[in-house]
Structures are given as structure tokens and as C-alpha cells.
């Protein structure tokens, strides 16, 4: 179950990712756009980062 949750949580990384490279090239960017969707690319990527720590094997 967590795999599907790690799959869906790093295409929304991937998604955000894009929206961010468009609105990087666009003509005018908007700076506070650019934040929150850099905010909230990286706690996505804190998300994966927890959730696969617990899929880590356990080390003895």
C-alpha cells in the first residue's frame, strides 16, 4: 500500500516540477507563485523521503 502512496506522492513531485519550469519561462514569473510551488515541491519530497524510510529494512 505504501508503494501506490509513494508512486502518487512523487507524480505530484514530478507535476509540480513542471509547473514550476513553466512558470520559470514564462515572461513575467511570479515570485510568490514560485515559492509556494517550491514549498510545496519540498514537503513532497520530505513525504517520500518518511514514507520510504519505513519500507527501509531494519538493520541489526
Known amino acids: ?3 501506490i502512496v ?3 506522492l512523487r507524480r505530484k513531485h514530478r507535476a ?3 509547473e514550476i519550469r513553466r512558470e520559470t519561462r514564462g515572461l513575467a514569473p511570479d515570485s510568490l507563485r514560485l515559492q509556494t510551488l517550491k514549498r510545496r515541491k519540498m514537503a513532497l519530497r ?3 523521503a518518511v514514507r520510504e ?3 527501509a ?3 541489526f
Do not use: E, K, V, W
Open 1 to 3: 500500500m505504501d508503494h
Open 16 to 18: 509540480l516540477d513542471d
Open 57 to 59: 529494512p531494519a538493520r
Open 46 to 48: 520530505d513525504q517520500i
Open 53 to 55: 524510510a519505513g519500507l
Open 6 to 8: 509513494i508512486y502518487n
